[in-house]
């Protein structure tokens, strides 16, 4: 009885070692897990059942540099930061500015590109300029800059928020909203895709865009920026964005 007693022990034990080395090595995934919003063209959108765009390109790029598998996973806007929070999602890369209020939030890498915020109008509007904007009826999508941005400069009784660019688009069309505010490459898509629509010539907004990540998790963000830095100073980076983006 004691005999068995000692192999019952013996194999508990190897059976816990085997779990604990288990769990250990799956403690540190070789994934990168990228939150964005796939309803931001050319920075991100579907083509198929792919997720394509700049910030995807530029992702896999880094993800390859580091000898890590990339997995996008496409949510709501305002889901990314409390996701990343929440270490779901090791960054969040979906055209995002770095801006005071999302710094308190989480930490942001080197900027990769620059963004601007522009004006979305019927082209019988009586909108000319952004200060006509005042006043008006705008449509912006949740949380992002053009959300946040407008809410302040033309007070939140004003501003209409939409779960992406697409739809804002079309409550402009039916007349529901005056405007859109909302970046210049998803305007130019939007544009180009419906008739009757123009963009202001005069700029809203300059921003940067960067990738966000958990405030605890610095070792990450310090690799992924080594990586970003290294891809931006050899091309790789501009060369992706010219990809989508014509120097017009």
């Known amino acids: 009885m004691k005999k068995f007693s000692k192999i019952i022990a013996v194999l ?3 059976v816990f070692v085997c779990t604990a080395f288990a769990a250990c090595s799956g403690a540190k995934s ?4 990228m939150a964005t919003n796939a309803e931001f063209p050319p920075y991100e959108y579907h083509e198929g059942d792919a997720i394509v765009g700049i910030d995807a390109e530029i992702a896999q790029a880094i993800a390859d540099k580091l000898g890590m598998e990339l997995v996008i996973e496409d949510v709501a806007f305002d889901s990314i930061i409390p996701g990343v929070q929440a270490g ?5 890369m979906a055209g995002m500015t770095v801006t005071d209020e999302r710094l308190e ?5 080197t900027s990769y590109a620059k963004g601007v915020q522009v004006v979305i109008v019927k082209e019988d ?3 000319a300029t952004v200060d006509d904007v005042a006043g008006k009826k705008i449509g912006v999508q949740t949380s992002t800059t053009g959300d946040i941005y407008a809410s302040e400069d033309f007070g939140e009784e004003n501003v209409t928020k939409y779960d992406n660019g697409a739809v804002a688009v079309q409550a402009l069309l039916s007349g529901k909203v005056d405007c859109v505010i909302i970046d210049n490459e998803p305007a130019k898509s939007y544009v180009a895709a419906n008739e009757g629509l123009k963009i202001l010539e005069t ?3 300059e921003e940067d865009y960067a990738i966000c990540f958990n405030k605890a998790d610095t070792e990450l963000m310090d690799k992924v920026n080594a990586a970003l830095e290294e891809l931006i100073a050899d091309g790789t ?3 992706i964005i010219d990809k989508y983006i014509n120097a017009d």
């Open 105 to 109: 939030s989480v930490n942001f890498s």
């Open 88 to 92: 779901k999602y090791d960054m969040g």
């Open 237 to 239: 980076v501009q060369s």
């Open 12 to 14: 508990l034990a190897v």
């Open 203 to 205: 700029t809203y907004v």
């Open 30 to 33: 070789n994934q990168l897990v």
């Open 125 to 127: 509007s009586d909108i």
